[in-house]
């Protein structure tokens, strides 16, 4: 088992702000790392795979970054659709999801 | 269209066994990777386990080897979690997902909608 650890639990933002998450891994991962969005009452959905590659149909203001134990999720412009919690996943070793970030209002 | 559409959940007596089903169309059942993945309310995301495409390898999150076990039927292109020994804490929405992959990358890349487990007296 790898925890992940995810900062901040909670981001009070703004539509048009510059958001960026963490994900930290407890031992290095490479690039195993994926991003998922959750809305409440829904399925999570894929954003990021493989640290930085964008999932089809994902916006482009999504980007991901990092290798090792230290990624990152950045939102380049938040959008309103884009209230929600966000999950990191490694997959170098079984499967781990980190605790989440709600990006909220 | 891809669909994973989960069923078999409800309520259940602490101790109680549950099978959970998950039917799958749109895409290879018989070449994908399958895992499950649980939300208990208000909580993040559990990692239950995974199968191979073939069934021959399975892995399990430490807290429920030997009560939980997957299965996979590829000619009804169905996936499978029989739950046994259930605790209060094994309540959560239970996700069925796809597991695609570029080279050596994974991903879980569809979801179903989930299904309700509650284990409680």
């Known amino acids: 088992d790898i925890p992940m650890t995810q900062s901040p639990s909670s981001l009070p933002a703004s539509v048009g702000d510059r958001v960026t998450l963490t994900c930290r891994a407890s031992?290095?991962?490479?690039?195993?790392l994926n991003w998922y969005q959750q809305k409440p009452g829904r399925a999570p959905k894929l954003l990021i795979y493989a640290a930085s590659s964008l999932q089809s149909g994902v916006p482009s203001r999504f980007s991901g970054s990092g290798s090792g134990t230290q990624f990152t999720l950045t939102i380049s412009s938040l959008q309103p659709e884009d209230f929600a919690t966000y999950y990191c996943q490694q997959v170098f070793s079984a499967r781990s999801f980190g605790q989440g970030t709600k990006v909220e209002i | 269209e891809v669909q994973l559409v989960e069923s078999g959940g409800g309520l259940v007596q602490p101790g109680g066994s549950l099978r959970l089903a998950c039917a799958v169309s749109?895409?290879?059942?018989?070449?994908?990777?399958m895992s499950w993945v649980r939300q208990a309310p208000g909580k993040g995301l559990e990692w239950v386990g995974n199968?191979?495409?073939?069934?021959?390898?399975?892995y399990y999150v430490d807290s429920v080897k030997g009560r939980f076990t997957m299965s996979r039927d590829n000619t009804k292109n169905s996936l499978y979690l029989q739950m046994n020994s259930l605790r209060a804490e094994d309540t959560a929405v239970y996700y069925c997902?796809?597991?695609?992959?570029?080279?050596?990358?994974?991903?879980?890349?569809?979801w179903g909608q989930g299904t309700l487990v509650i284990v409680s007296s």
């Open positions: 997902a796809k597991e695609g992959h570029s080279s050596s990358w994974y991903y879980f890349d569809w």
């Open positions: 199968i191979k495409p073939d069934g021959t390898e399975k």
């Open positions: 031992q290095s991962i490479s690039t195993y």
């Open positions: 749109g895409f290879s059942f018989s070449n994908s990777w």
